[in-house]
């Protein structure tokens, strides 16, 4: 990524700055209104697109900035039955970071299960690659707007 792991962090985690670029999510929040999720929050979020129709909740079982977030599925979404993923950060030097996103999901319901988790899988995968690129592309251009906002002291630190 074009920017330090503190950056990038906060780019994807604060709704104001995600809402921006994100190509998935119409709308997203943190049930109590918090401006970030932190471990145990239940976030909410609606899809953007053709896949307005999906509404996720994810509860954070890890949240520890700027380094790694990870996050479950509550309850279902078609068409996952399941879903959990994690995102590690480490700078890289010259002001650049590497960002590692893991998942796993399983479609549902079960008797569809083995039809269309390939195809699922691999729609997410594209779609998850192109999300990437645009917080890459956003971050190229406004990486300083959130450093810029983080010096600032907008950054709520018990997020």
């Known amino acids: 990524?074009?920017?330090?792991?503190?950056?990038?962090?906060?780019?994807?985690?604060?709704?104001?700055?995600?809402?921006?670029?994100?190509?998935?999510?119409?709308?997203?929040?943190v049930e109590g209104g918090a401006p970030?999720?932190?471990v145990g929050a239940v976030t909410v979020s609606g899809?953007?697109?053709?896949?307005?129709?999906?509404?996720?909740?994810?509860?954070?079982?890890?949240?520890?900035?700027p380094s790694l977030a990870a996050a479950t599925m509550v309850g279902t979404a078609f068409p996952f039955s399941r879903w959990a993923a994690?995102?590690?950060?480490?700078?890289?030097?010259?002001?650049?970071?590497?960002l590692l996103y893991t998942y796993t999901l399983q479609a549902g319901p079960g008797f569809l299960m083995r039809?269309?988790?390939?195809?699922?899988?691999?729609v997410f995968r594209y779609q998850t690659r192109k999300r990437f690129a645009r917080l890459q592309s956003f971050l190229a251009q406004h990486a300083s707007d959130v450093e810029q906002w983080q010096?600032?002291?907008?950054?709520?630190?018990?997020?």
């Open 47 to 65: 899809g953007k697109g053709w896949m307005q129709s999906l509404s996720m909740h994810t509860r954070f079982v890890s949240y520890s900035p």
């Open 151 to 159: 010096a600032q002291g907008r950054r709520d630190v018990s997020c």
């Open 86 to 98: 994690s995102m590690r950060h480490r700078d890289s030097g010259e002001g650049r970071s590497i």
């Open 36 to 38: 970030c999720p932190s």
């Open 115 to 122: 039809c269309i988790e390939p195809l699922i899988d691999a």
């Open 1 to 29: 990524m074009p920017a330090p792991s503190e950056v990038v962090f906060d780019a994807f985690h604060y709704h104001a700055w995600r809402l921006r670029w994100d190509s998935l999510v119409k709308n997203t929040r």
